[in-house]
């Protein structure tokens, strides 16, 4: 996550209504950490393969995700690192390599690599990305994002099979974010051009994607429980479904959605002990929705964690409860854990390592959750099928729509800023369609009460986490 965003999760897991302590600390960790049990074991459940977010992969030109932080989740029994594309200063040659390189060292380690494309990885801030005054859903940034993911998957699809696309866009930071979404502040992007950019991905790509060599995750979206019950992301869900490209996908392709598995974050019970019930309601809500949509994804939990201003052992003990939860629902297919790192300069202790690297208990508890798993393998084993190639979502079937694309609405694509030739697509040209204007998420998702700003990339280290900020 770039700077802003450090400090509007600052601001709204550690101000907003949560009490939480935001001690300054510094430093990243440095020494080398044991090898995980020797009886460390899995099966092919999520709980049992986890993910981590590593924060900010580079910054400022350098690589800042370093073969010790590989070692490091390796040895925790991480699986999968969701891997934020940042574009920084354009998507040139050596940008491109130094992500070759990060991807270089994931595999020396064992660990599979998600993709995610966001925000950041383009040049369009909040307020060009939300510019639609036509209510259209298109603009510039859903082409740009088009152009961006053919670049990407072009050259890594090979290597990275599922792809997360953009990150939180109900996340909303200013009180006016209806009528002034241009500024909403976090990282709210309307239901109609959100629709429009996982469309136009999809597009562009749509061979990969049909013939299975990868798979999208929809951007996670933002539960909390600030300010007392639950606000799970439907009502932004909701709206989301009601856009127009999903009539225009199933009559061009036959696949209505693109994605094979939901994205959520559901950080729920932020000040303290959490006894999962939250989580669940969570889950209800979004499965509930997809599922009166004709939505039968599976559900990807790509960020979960808590501070640990909560106190270290409540810390583990949340892991250890949200793993409990999370086991127990055959829908969720992915757990990504946040963080490795603590972000001191903006506020965030989410890092299952202190400032010199030690581990923290919570550290141990996801040794501890991959150890108990069932099944064979022991420490550093293979890596997993990362999610099954080819195999459909959720119940049963591609989700609403399925059967074999034909072509969809192919363009000229244009050049990404990084050189490679998009892959065909164009805009998607269902326009018009948004089905209520401005965003009817009604009050939801509250998460970034004093967030600043939009996705532009800011200043400060490098972030704790792997979402995208």
Known sequence: MDGTRNERRAAWLCVASLALACDDVGGRWGRTLGAAPADHARDSGPACTPGMNPGAPVWEGQITLTKADAEAMRDAGVRTVRLDFRRESGWDDDALARYDAILDTLDAAGLVAHGLVTYEAISQPQERYNDDPDGDGINQAVAEYGDVIALLVGRYGHRIHRWELWNEP?????????????????????????????????????????????????????????????????????????????????????????????????????????????????????????????????????EIGWASAVGAQTQADNLHRAFEVLRGRSRVDEITWFSLHDAPAHGLHFGVLDDDGTPRPVYDALRGEVASCNGGGGEGGDAPADGGEGEEPGDGGEADGGGEADGGAEADGGEADGGAEADGGGETDAGGEDGGGETDAGGEADGGAEADGGGETGGGEPDAGGETG
């Open 170 to 302: 109900n996340c909303w930071g200013n009180d006016d974010w209806q009528e002034n979404p241009q500024h909403a502040g976090c990282t709210y992007t309307l239901p109609r051009v959100t629709a429009h950019l996982v469309a136009e991905a999809y597009l562009r790509v749509q061979d990969r994607v049909d013939g299975g060599d990868i798979e999208f995750v929809m951007g996670g979206l933002l539960a909390h429980t600030i300010g007392g019950p639950v606000s799970s992301g439907a009502d932004w869900l909701e709206a989301f479904y009601a856009q127009g490209p999903w009539d225009y996908l199933e009559q061009q392709t036959g696949r209505r959605y693109p994605w094979r598995a939901m994205g959520i974050h559901p950080y729920v019970d932020q000040g303290g002990a959490t006894d999962g019930s939250n989580i669940g309601a969570v889950l209800d809500a979004i499965e509930a929705t997809m599922d009166a949509h004709g939505d039968g994804a599976t559900l990807a939990v790509t």
